[in-house]
């Protein structure tokens, strides 16, 4: 069975930081390319991160590039979200996402496992 667990979420200040992550199992966790998605209140789940399998290639989305980091630890099963100078309009439930096949993509359909989520609230 494969379960994708985020954690980390919580409220913080605008300018704070936070780190989010996602425990994966019952996949191999080095396989997958793993992705981050948000989703605010009333708005599409929208893109964030990527990370392949070996970490050496990452892609953020342009709202978000420079301000966070996307990370992974293959032998904890763990991707991370590093989000720094956070903005009100970072406000979501954030979602990390598996990928079999090769390659970071944007499109939340091309990602086969989904966490829960987790919620993320930066207030002004």
């Known amino acids: 069975q494969v379960q994708l667990v985020e954690s980390g979420g919580g409220l913080v200040q605008a300018g704070g930081s936070l780190r989010v992550s996602c425990a994966a199992s019952?996949?191999?966790?080095?396989?997958?390319?793993m992705g981050w998605f948000r989703q605010a209140p009333g708005k599409e789940r929208e893109f964030v991160s990527a990370?392949?399998?070996?970490?050496?290639?990452?892609d953020y989305a342009d709202s978000v590039r420079g301000r966070f980091t996307i990370s992974r630890d293959n032998a904890k099963n763990t991707v991370y979200l590093q989000m720094n100078s956070l903005k009100p309009e970072d406000t979501a439930v954030y979602y990390c996402?598996?990928?079999?096949?090769?390659?970071?993509?944007?499109?939340?359909?091309?990602?086969?496992?989904w966490g829960q989520g987790t919620q993320v609230a930066v207030s002004s």
């Open positions: 996402a598996g990928r079999s096949k090769v390659g970071l993509r944007y499109a939340s359909n091309e990602y086969e496992y």
């Open positions: 019952g996949i191999i966790f080095s396989w997958h390319v």
């Open positions: 990370i392949s399998t070996s970490g050496g290639s990452t």
